[in-house]
């Protein structure tokens, strides 16, 4: 037998090769600290840390980083990072058309309210070639609206992906 394209020829002709795509239900949850500088009307979300578990990777953690604009009360932002666990590593980016944080207030301590979607791009150990979209939501707690914050915080992410 010889492979040629994406069909093994053999005696009994050509037999295509496929990749097999496996779609699985993804739902995590994690809880850490978020390390913010608000500085006239910009965020820089410096790190997002924190620990949990999801139906795919297990036990591990999630971190991350970004920036946002802050001249409204709900302002979109963009980021990237990582889930890990035990059985490997997720890749993610979140977009800004596709995200949005609200602040509870304009100052002293506030709650950051925050949803979006994560692009996967790709992965390791069980998520290798991982692709797809998950859905976050969670909230932030934070000592005001300026300056360098930081404070804890909670996301569950859900969604489907590729492998």
Do not use: W
């Amino acid at each position: 037998m010889s492979l040629t394209g994406t069909a093994l020829a053999g005696p009994a002709g050509a037999v295509p090769v496929h990749h097999v795509v496996k779609a699985v239900a993804f739902r995590g949850t994690y809880k850490g600290n978020a390390d913010l500088l608000i500085d006239n009307g910009s965020v820089s979300i410096r790190s997002i840390a924190g620990t949990g578990s999801n139906s795919l990777l297990g036990v591990g953690r999630v971190a991350g980083k970004g920036s946002a604009s802050a001249s409204a009360q709900c302002d979109p932002f963009t980021g990237t990072g990582n889930i890990t666990g035990a059985h490997g590593t997720l890749h993610l980016v979140v977009t800004q058309s596709k995200s949005t944080g609200c602040s509870s207030g304009e100052s002293g301590p506030i709650t950051v309210k925050f949803h979006g979607t994560a692009v996967v791009k790709g992965g390791t150990g069980k998520a290798k070639g991982a692709k797809g979209t998950l859905a976050f939501s969670g909230k932030l707690g934070l000592g005001g609206t300026s300056g360098a914050q930081a404070g804890p915080y909670t996301v569950t992410i859900t969604g489907h992906l590729s492998l």
